[in-house]
């Protein structure tokens, strides 16, 4: 249930459960360790979450006038590739000669394709931590898997929108889902945008079949998971925390039809998330047990940066709009918004 909770909170269980789960076992193969494993872990997760969160932000480049408004509900997913399932895990990455240990697969191969957050070991692999001190004294980690197909290969989104005209040509736009707080988890999402029309300063503009718009448009996300009754570490306010800020720079067309429109347009996304491992942790097996508490042990983090391109249809009927649209992108996405408005 607890993974099946945050997965519907915009996908986060891929990079919050799963990683709460092994926390212990990735700590045993040191810090530096953990944190390069984790960040190969969790970016897939992270950068197609970023895509996800940026889609719907229009239905049209037609802007309201004056007073008029649009209440949305929106529901978006990116789509998962099979290889933002897995990462190449090369074993000398993780050893060095200032380490008193010596990381190995259990079947002695030196890299293979390891799970992501998305993907999914099967069977599971295993690595062998030994003491160089002492070839007697080794243990055994079973890296983490990921969400697999549980989700249907998407990582969803969704929230509530909202957008009123201002002076001529000139829109403003607003999302956001309400929070989201347990014992464990405690989550927020919000954003901004602000849409200009060009085609609304143009003399002709009432006569033209179709309407030209720029939009740009801010999103944040943040996540807190409470690690402390389930980490299986000894410590304390241990928690893992997310903070995800994007932004979206677009240009759109869209027809200006009474019933059913077209549009689309080419953007530009760029983000950063980034994931900290908070609190403090006493490992009591493997190469750190014995050694002092570890203190918010390490912070990881992914971008993105790039272009994508988006079509989409637009019908209303009365006060109700029904939108549709798909994004070409890093990670391809696709939308659908119910919409309620006046104009």
């Known amino acids: 249930m607890k993974k099946i909770a945050l997965f519907t909170i915009f996908g ?36 197609g979450l970023m895509y996800s969160m940026n889609a719907n932000w229009f239905n049209t480049a037609d802007a309201k006038p004056l007073g008029g408004f649009e209440i949305s509900v929106v529901m978006n997913a ?15 990455d993780y050893n060095s000669a200032d380490y008193d240990y010596v990381v190995n697969f259990s079947d002695l191969e030196t890299s293979k394709q390891v799970a992501t957050a998305l993907g999914e070991n099967n069977p599971d692999i295993d690595i062998i931590i030994t003491d160089k001190n002492n070839p007697l004294s080794s243990e055994r980690i079973t890296l983490p898997s990921g969400i697999g197909n549980a989700s249907g290969n998407l990582l969803p989104s969704a929230f509530i929108q909202g957008g009123v005209g201002l002076i001529k040509g000139i829109e403003v736009k607003a999302r956001f889902m ?7 988890v405690a989550f927020n999402m919000y ?12 003399p002709a503009d009432k006569l033209l079949p179709v309407a030209l718009s720029g939009l740009v448009a801010y999103t944040h ?15 304390d306010n241990q928690k893992l925390e997310n903070d995800t800020n994007t932004w979206l720079f677009q240009l759109i067309a869209s027809t200006k039809l009474p019933i059913i429109n077209f549009y689309g ?53 009365g006060f109700f709009r029904f939108n549709a649209e798909y994004h070409l992108a890093e990670f391809n996405a696709f939308s659908v918004g119910l919409n309620f408005g006046f104009r």
């Not at 954003?191 to 143009?202: C, D, I, R, V």
């Not at 998330?273 to 908070?278: G, I, Q, R």
Request: glycine share 10%.
């Open 221 to 235: 996300l943040g996540a807190s998971y409470d690690l402390t009754e389930s980490s299986g570490v000894d410590g």
């Open 265 to 317: 347009g080419v953007g530009y996304i760029s983000g950063k998330s980034e994931s900290d491992l908070l609190g403090t942790y006493t490992v009591t097996t493997g190469p750190l047990s014995g050694s002092q508490s570890i203190t918010d042990p390490f912070s990881v983090s992914s971008k993105v940066s790039g272009m994508r391109g988006t079509v989409g249809t637009k019908l209303k009927i």
């Open 12 to 47: 986060l269980a891929t990079l919050v459960s799963k990683a709460q789960n092994d926390v212990d076992a990735l700590l045993i193969a040191g810090v530096e360790n953990a944190q390069r494993f984790t960040n190969d872990y969790l970016a897939p997760a992270t950068n």
């Open 191 to 202: 954003g901004a945008g602000l849409q200009f029309e060009a085609t609304k300063w143009l």
């Open 78 to 92: 990116s789509l998962i590739s099979k290889s933002d399932k897995s990462f190449l895990m090369n074993i000398a």
């Open 178 to 184: 309400p929070e989201i707080k347990t014992d464990e």
